[in-house]
């Protein structure tokens, strides 16, 4: 056990090449897709928060059940939808890095989009009075709510990256752990435990836990700064 530890700080004090390239796409792979998540999702959430429809309150809770989709049933509906006889097929999608992008975007928006609700829903019960007695319509109301919420929608973000960085079901389906090319860390963590090669697998988790703290450190130094600046 000792001896497997050395050789992971080994080949992470080496900056080993295998190491770097299978972060380094993980983490390109995963913010590309929260960047999607919060595209879709913020403005969604929004919306469903501040405007008042029939069938409102079923759509509140499919989004809520979406939460919990489960990756390997998202990655089975990709690769059905990105195979050879799916109807996007044609763009060869499949077993690439943006099929993976695809892949947690799908798990991430949901999630973020109900967070999201939640957060501004908050924030119209305090001010949703005041911007309707403005004239303001449901999407300029939740364009003034999302402004004012910024810095609390950043849990939503970290809450997102967890979710797309960790994910494995959904990224075996439509990657392949192809060697170079489509494998994460979350997926040579598996293979390489079963393969035997722990010093591997264990120098892969660090750099895995390191990177979900750097990011929650960034995101909690940031929102530090814009408590002091707007309090």
């Known amino acids: ?45 929004a919306l469903l928060a501040v405007a008042a429809f029939p069938g409102r309150g079923v759509l509140v809770g499919f989004l809520n059940a979406f939460m919990g989709l489960p990756p390997v049933i998202v990655g089975l509906v990709l690769y059905l939808v990105l195979s050879r006889s799916g109807p996007f097929g ?13 892949a947690q975007a799908v798990l991430a928006t949901p999630l973020v989009a109900a967070l999201t609700r ?28 999302i402004y004012d919420t910024r810095f609390s929608l950043v849990t939503a973000a970290l809450a997102a990256f967890g979710r797309a960085i960790s994910e494995i079901g959904a990224v075996l389906v439509v990657g392949g752990n192809i060697d170079g090319h489509t494998r994460t860390m979350t997926t040579a963590i598996s293979l390489e435990t079963q393969k035997g090669d722990l010093s591997l697998a ?14 929650n450190a960034v995101a909690s130094l940031l929102r530090g700064h814009a408590a002091r600046a707007y309090g």
Do not use: Y
């Not at 792979?29 to 919060?38: E, P, Y």
């Open 1 to 45: 056990m000792l001896q497997t530890f050395q050789e992971s700080f080994a080949r992470l004090a080496t900056l080993d090449r295998e190491v770097v390239a299978i972060a380094w796409l993980s983490l390109r792979v995963s913010l590309s897709a929260v960047a999607m998540g919060l595209v879709l999702g913020i403005p969604a959430g």
């Open 90 to 102: 044609a763009l060869g999608l499949l077993f690439t890095p943006n099929a993976m992008v695809a």
């Open 118 to 145: 939640q957060v501004v829903a908050d924030a119209d019960a305090h001010l949703g009075e005041q911007l309707r007695s403005l004239g303001l319509s449901a999407p300029q109301r939740a364009l003034a709510l």
């Open 202 to 215: 264990l120098a892969l988790g660090l750099v895995l836990i390191g990177i979900v703290i750097a990011v």
